[in-house]
């Protein structure tokens, strides 16, 4: 009997590991095809898959080098997750200025370098509110990414706009965890259909056109 129950005992823990074996391969699979709809709006060049299975490209968007990244942000506690995309592409050389706009500023923003900044930068009217306006070294020319500015942050999930030097980013939220599920079981589920190449369209392009007033930089409108 002892034996049995033994053998009953390993055969259960055998089904277990494969049934946990499964359900990561489907969720790994899930995350990585989050991003797979870009390839239709982004020449994609390079793609690197983190440790938690979420995509990292890099590619090109009309001419102009772009980079997407997920992040899971689950640090706060009784705030739903949230998952955010990071589009960032890069300025010409030798260009200046760094900016950074966060709005609804909290200490689990861990992504923003603007918690290191220390020369505060007074908005120009009609920028968001409760935000948080800071520069590393100077300001750019607020004048010149006033429209964009305002453009980008009427929608309230964009979450920061990061101008360095090298690079500008804009941090969006794309998906929320599922209400229900977290309240009960305290577990981040997402909807985990791919992100529509539609949306991931017009947040680049938008990003684009900040680009070009800031540095330049050409934008084809018809594209």
Known sequence: MTQFIFVMAAV????????????????????SDLLSQSSKVINIKKSVADRAGFQHLLGDFDGTSVGLKLEVDNLTARKLPVMWLHITMRRPEESRGS?????RPHTSDVFSPGWNWNKPVTPLKGWPQ???????????SLESIDSDVKTIF??????ELLITPETVRL????????????????????????????????LTRQLQKLLAKLDGVRCDEAA
């Not at 055998?14 to 074996?21: A, E, H």
């Open 12 to 31: 259960f823990s055998v089904l277990l590991w494969r049934m946990y074996q499964h359900h990561h391969r489907m969720v790994m699979q899930a995350r």
């Open 99 to 103: 900016l950074d706009i966060l709005v």
């Open 130 to 140: 409760h935000a948080r306006y800071v520069s590393r070294e100077s300001a750019p």
């Open 154 to 159: 009427a929608d309230q999930r964009a979450k």
């Open 171 to 202: 941090t969006y939220l794309i998906r929320q965890a599922e209400r229900g599920q977290y309240l009960l079981l305290r577990s981040a589920e997402f909807d985990m259909q791919p992100i529509d190449s539609a949306e991931i369209a017009a």
